[in-house]
Structures are given as C-alpha cells and as structure tokens.
C-alpha cells in the first residue's frame, strides 16, 4: 500500500438539523474581539512531494493511528460551523492523498447553503485530476493550487519530485469542472524570484488569481531559511516598473492583501507574515489531522480537540476546548527572520499544522 495514502470512511449524513436560534451556541470571538468565522482543517500530514521550504527529504509522518478519523473530522467541522464557522478550508499535508477524502467533501458540502457558505481545499494539484469533478459535485467552488515555478527542471529541484506535468493536468482539469483556480507561489530568493513574472502572466492568462508568498520560519528544514527569504515588498516593486497594479478591494476571508494588474487583467495577492504583519484582521482557527488547535500559525499555543472528542462528554469538552483557544489566541504571532542560522520560529513543519 502507498505509505502517503490513509484510509477511513466517514459515514454519510443524510438530515441537517437546523437548530433554534434561542439554543445555538456562542459565536466564537477573542480575547481581541476578532470573529473567527474560518477554519483551516488539516486531513493528514503526507504528502506526495517533499518541497524544500516545506519539510526534509526523509521527513517522518505521523502514525495512522493518531490521525482522526474521517467521522471525527466531520463531527469536529460541524462543531465548529455551530459556534459560527462559516467557511472551511480543508489542508494537508496534501489532502487528496487521503484514501475516500471525497467522502469528507460530500458530507460537508451537504451543510452548504445552509449554516456553511464555503467549502475549499489547498492542494499540490498532483491527485486533482482524479478528484476535480467529484469536488465540483461536492459543492467545491473554488481551489488554491501551491506552484512555485514552471520550469519543470526546477520544480524537480524545489519538490524532489518530476511531477509539473501532473500538476498542469490537475489545474486544468480543475478549470475544465467549473473550479475556480487560485495559483500559491512561495517567493523564494535565487530560486524563482526571475521567474515569478512569467508565472503571474501564465496563470492570468489561464484565469487564475495568482498569489505571491513571504517563506516562513516553520520547522527544520536543509537549508538556510535566511538564504530562501525574499521580502514581497521587494517583488511588488519590481513587478511595479513592469506592469500597473491597482489597489483591490477584493477579499476572501484569508490573509492576502490584492491588486488588479491592468496589463495582464488578472487579480493578485500578496501575504506578507513578515514585511506587513496581517493579524489584526486575523479570523481562523488551524487544527491538525490530530485534532490540536493552533490558534495562530506562528505560536506554540495549542488545545487537544482529539482528547474532547473521544472523551465521555464530547459536546460539552470540544464547546470548553474551543472556549480555551478563544483565550490563549495571540494578538499576533512572532515570525524572525533576521538570523542567519537561528532555530525556526516555529519547531512543526507546516505539513503537519495545515497549509
């Protein structure tokens, strides 16, 4: 059996009960004040592809065991659309990896139109060619693509893995089922930052929003996270002598900060955790494929959700756990990256809290 797949089958629900009003739980609100209406849910921590930003090339995944369940995910999703959850990104890892995880897609998309607005993925593309139609039938709109170069040499180098033609099959199938494509690029110093151009201009051509990223201190990686580092606002001002970017006052619910590019007619964003700190407006909770809530990506601050959902009173712990995150979420996080050689900001790689 392929060591990335995990299997599982959650069951099917056939009824949403629509609660009263009068009995519906909290919304869930910080410390700080901010609402949080989306939940990032990791499905697994594998992954087909070993991107060196990402995690080492011998990188050890967890346990099967100690993954939830496809039935705990469900359960944990809806628990979190009660206290008014709104939209739901599935992660990874890579989700698609995951043995029946369109089953999981099904039963959430059943909720939508109902007391969930929206429900996505992000995804290396490589399996999106199977699954696009089965997401799109699930109620999938919309699906983040993580593409870091198009040069079919240099993603083997960047991912250890030859598979750029798998992903360019995915991002098209996905196209051709109705999903709309937004293309993730982590700017990385010396590697693609020539190329990144080219990569914008490709992906709006294709009518794909594409949207640029600052690397993050998570987890040891082999290689110096300084040397990898390259500042957006560097990009932005190169791309700025090149093309005309417009202010955007578009929004997702996420992180990024958009233009409209008048030369190219296409949307991008910029997610900058380091050069133009975005927490202020910070409104989603990460859990892992082994039921820990991070509060923040860039902190150690967690609570069990696992340990609330297999326990005796699952209702009443997993309302108390989601009550203790509220309190210990941050104001903001606390990412460096002005040490040559310091420890990660974080210790977990990014594989395992979810992308």
């Not at 969930?116 to 999938?140: I, M, P, R, S, Y």
Request: proline share 6%; with cysteine.
């Amino acid at each position: 059996m392929n060591d990335n797949v995990q299997t599982a089958s959650p069951r099917k629900p056939d009824l949403i009960v629509l609660r009263d009003p009068a009995e519906a739980p909290p919304p869930l609100v910080d410390a700080f004040q901010r609402r949080i209406t989306y939940l990032r849910l990791s499905v697994t921590d594998r992954c087909d592809l070993r991107c060196s930003y990402c995690m080492p090339e011998r990188m050890t995944f967890l346990p099967k065991k100690d993954v939830l369940t496809l039935e705990e995910l469900y359960d944990l999703a809806t628990g979190f659309i009660a206290r008014g959850v709104t939209k739901i990104r599935i992660t990874g890892g890579e989700p698609l990896v995951r043995r029946d995880i369109i089953d999981l897609f099904t039963a959430l998309g059943r909720r939508l139109g109902h007391d969930l607005a929206e429900l996505t993925l992000t995804t290396n593309a490589t399996q999106l060619a199977t699954h696009a139609d089965a997401l799109a039938k699930a109620g999938v709109k919309r699906v983040n693509v993580s593409l870091d170069t198009l040069d079919r040499a240099k993603f083997a180098d960047l991912t250890r893995r030859d598979m750029l033609p798998q992903v360019l099959e995915g991002i098209a199938a996905a196209k051709a089922a109705g999903l709309r494509v937004k293309l993730n690029a982590v700017a990385l110093k010396g590697v693609n930052e020539e190329e990144l151009p080219d990569l914008i201009a490709w992906g709006h051509a294709q009518g794909h929003d594409v949207t640029l990223i600052e690397v993050m201190p998570l987890g040891d990686v082999e290689e110096e996270r300084l040397d990898q580092y390259l500042p957006l606002n560097d990009v932005r001002a190169q791309l700025e002598q090149r093309w005309t970017l417009n202010e955007s006052s578009y929004v997702t619910g996420g992180p990024s900060r958009y233009v409209d590019v008048a030369e190219t007619g296409g949307r991008l964003g910029f997610i900058t955790p380091h050069t133009n700190n975005f927490c202020a407006g910070c409104n989603r909770l990460r859990v892992t494929a082994t039921g820990q809530l991070y509060p923040c990506l860039g902190g150690g601050e967690r609570v069990d959700l696992r340990a609330a959902l297999r326990s005796d009173a699952p209702e009443a712990n997993l309302a108390a756990a989601l009550d203790e995150a509220l309190r210990i979420k941050p104001e903001k996080h606390h990412f460096r990256m002005d040490a040559r050689g310091a420890a990660p900001a974080v210790p977990r790689h990014m594989s395992m809290t979810g992308g």
